[in-house]
């Protein structure tokens, strides 16, 4: 079992509606989760961090954990071609190790 | 990519050459990382640090080596090269203060090995 899983995507969405990315991690002393967004070519950027239970929000971006289903997943809403990208979740492990997932690859269509 | 150097952007190297990609933070974050990427594919760690002097094995450390003498530096380093490490490498460092994360990617490294 990898330790940090991905919807294998890719995921497409049309302009203005809600995506949703998910992501499953396999260690359980995981304290804190990532999403990042690449663009081809470019290197990835931190988006949203979330460390407690619940949901967290940014602007368009909600992150939501379940440690006890080790579940992490990020809704982008109101999603704009602009949001076209692969998006990453990493996973900061107990040896202190940030793991990430092979990452989803997602399409706003005009 | 600002804080976070990485140096050279493209490299061609010959099966069994050796070479350092070098990666460099002026933030003085503690922990930092290195990674590749395989076209398609997420990032696979090889090394991190988390702390000057600390140095611990990710996923795929085969063939490589890093060292961590100072903040700022943490430099890998590729021995016997093999075709199989032809990829993107990336340098990342991060920090934790007050609840809130910061982290950084360099620009990355491509290599092609030969």
């Known amino acids: 079992q990898k330790e940090v899983e991905q919807n294998s995507g890719p995921l497409s969405v049309p302009e203005g509606a809600i995506a949703s990315l998910n992501c499953t991690y396999s260690d359980r002393g995981s304290q804190s989760f990532f999403w990042y967004r690449q663009y081809s070519g470019k290197s990835p950027e931190l988006i949203m961090f979330?460390?407690?239970?619940g949901d967290k929000e940014d602007g368009r971006f909600t992150a939501q954990l379940n440690k006890a289903s080790q579940y992490v997943s990020l809704l982008i809403r109101d999603s704009q071609p602009s949001d076209s990208a692969t998006y990453l979740c990493a996973v900061l492990g107990s040896a202190r190790q940030l793991t990430f997932g092979s990452g989803t690859q997602l399409t706003v269509l005009p | 990519n600002a804080g976070v150097t990485q140096t050279p952007k493209f490299r061609i190297l010959k099966i069994g050459q050796s070479m350092t990609l070098q990666c460099t933070q002026d933030m003085n974050h503690n922990y930092m990382y290195w990674y590749r990427q395989d076209p398609g594919m997420g990032l696979k760690l090889i090394y991190y640090?988390?702390?000057?002097?600390?140095?611990d094995k990710g996923e795929v450390p085969n063939g490589y080596n890093v060292s961590r003498s100072t903040t700022e530096d943490f430099p890998l380093r590729l021995e016997l090269a093999a075709p199989s490490q032809t990829s993107v490498y990336f340098c990342a460092s991060r920090t934790r203060l007050a609840g809130s994360e910061t982290q950084y990617f360099g620009p990355g490294t491509r290599l092609l090995v030969l």
């Open positions: 979330i460390y407690s239970n």
């Open positions: 640090s988390v702390g000057a002097g600390i140095t």
